[in-house]
T-cell receptor
Framework: QKEVEQNSGPLSVPEGAIASLNCTYSDRVSQSFFWYRQYSGKSPELIMS????GDKEDGRFTAQLNKASQYVSLLIRDSQPSDSATYLC???????????FGKGTTLSVSS | GAGVSQSPRYKVAKRGQDVALRCDPISGHVSLFWYQQALGQGPEFLTYFQNEAQLDKSGLPSDRFFAERPEGSVSTLKIQRTQQEDSAVYLC??????????????FGDGTRLSIL
C-alpha cells in the first residue's frame, strides 16, 4: 500500500515567520513530488513541484526533497495570513500515473 | 478554456438515484484523472484516461461507478444507485505530456455531491 504521511496540524505561525511543512512517503520508486494548497471549499492549487534531491525555490516557497530518507518538505518564508490553508503533499511514480495524496496539513498564520 | 471545468458545482440526489458529473479538461491535455475527496481527507484516485482510453480504473470503489471519455476530451463520471457514502467532492484533473511540466496535474473546482 503506497502511503503519504503528513502531520494534520493545525500548524500555527505568526505573520512573518517561516512555516515548515513535512511529508514522508512509502514508495521508494516515486519520481515526482508536488505541494498543493487548498483553501476551504476550493480545489487543490499546485504551488510547487520537485523531481530531484535538494532544494527548489520559487518566491517565498522552497521545496526540499531527500529521496534516501523518503522525505519532502515545504518552507514558506515571511508567512502571510493569506497563506492560511491546507497544504497537500502528493507523490507520483511514472508520468501519467495517479497522484497519491497525504491528508494535508492545516496552516494558520496569525496577524 | 483556461482551466479544468467541472459541472455541476453542487449536486444533491436522493439515495438510489443515478448521477452524472462532467469534466472538461484543459485544451490539449491528453491525461485526465478523477479523484474523490472526503471531508478532512486528501483526494483519492478513482480512474485515469489517456485520450479516450481508460488506462486505470483501480480506484473506483464499486461497479456502481463508471467513467468515460469517448472522444478524448470531455469526461463523465457516472454513479448509479447512489448511496450516502458516495457523498464527497469529486475532482477532475488534467495534465500535459510535455517534458517541461513533467505531467503536473491541474484540478477543476470539483463537484460537491450530497446524497440524502
Amino acid at each position: 500500500q503506497k502511503e503519504v504521511e503528513q502531520n494534520s496540524g493545525p500548524l500555527s505561525v505568526p505573520e512573518g515567520a517561516i512555516a515548515s511543512l513535512n511529508c514522508t512517503y512509502s514508495d521508494r520508486v516515486s519520481q515526482s513530488f508536488f505541494w498543493y494548497r487548498q483553501y476551504s471549499g476550493k480545489s487543490p492549487e499546485l504551488i510547487m513541484s520537485i523531481y530531484s534531491n535538494g532544494d527548489k525555490e520559487d518566491g517565498r516557497f522552497t521545496a526540499q526533497l531527500n529521496k534516501a530518507s523518503q522525505y519532502v518538505s515545504l518552507l514558506i518564508r515571511d508567512s502571510q495570513p493569506s497563506d492560511s490553508a491546507t497544504y497537500l503533499c502528493a507523490v507520483r511514480g511514472q508520468a501519467g500515473t495517479a497522484l497519491i495524496f497525504g491528508k494535508g496539513t492545516t496552516l494558520s498564520v496569525s496577524s | 478554456g483556461a482551466g479544468v471545468s467541472q459541472s455541476p458545482r453542487y449536486k444533491v440526489a436522493k439515495r438510489g438515484q443515478d448521477v452524472a458529473l462532467r469534466c472538461d479538461p484543459i485544451s490539449g491535455h491528453v491525461s485526465l484523472f478523477w479523484y474523490q475527496q472526503a471531508l478532512g481527507q486528501g483526494p483519492e484516485f478513482l480512474t485515469y484516461f489517456q485520450n479516450e482510453a481508460q488506462l486505470d480504473k483501480s480506484g473506483l470503489p464499486s461497479d456502481r461507478f463508471f467513467a468515460e471519455r469517448p472522444e478524448g476530451s470531455v469526461s463523465t463520471l457516472k454513479i448509479q444507485r447512489t448511496q450516502q457514502e458516495d457523498s464527497a467532492v469529486y475532482l477532475c484533473a488534467s495534465s500535459s505530456p510535455s517534458v517541461g511540466s513533467a505531467g503536473a496535474q491541474h484540478f477543476g473546482d470539483g463537484t460537491r455531491l450530497s446524497i440524502l
